[in-house]
């Protein structure tokens, strides 16, 4: 999958927390905006090959060393629909358990057309 691939208009994903989903040699790969970045990741949870990309997009509880709980409002977690799994969008990278991520892929904006490098 080498080579740059045409996903769409930017104004087509402009708000944040909007996202894409498109087909790339017979990968199906969703682009994200969160905050005006954009972010590429397979749409397939490593649970049980579930549509990652497709479940909603959320914030994030945390808690800091003096036990203080928080919420980090930036919607940049996908939580899988079938079973609650929670992907970083910007890393692919489970927030719970970093051994369980799925494949990134670089995105490019091109007078306001976005692309997908692999």
Known sequence: MCGRHKVTDESTIAEP?????????????????????????????????GPLCEGP??????VDDDLEWGYDDEERHVVCPWHGWIFD??????????????PT??????????????
């Open 89 to 102: 969008v910007t890393t692919g990278t489970n927030i719970d358990a970093e051994q369980y991520a799925v």
């Open 105 to 118: 892929y670089d995105v490019e904006v091109d007078d306001g057309v976005v692309f997908i490098v692999t």
């Open 57 to 62: 997009t959320q914030g994030r509880v945390t």
């Open 17 to 49: 927390g909007e996202r894409v989903l498109t087909e790339v040699k017979g990968v199906e790969i969703a682009v994200f905006n969160v905050d005006g970045e954009y972010y590429a990741l397979a749409n397939f949870c490593p649970h049980q090959s």
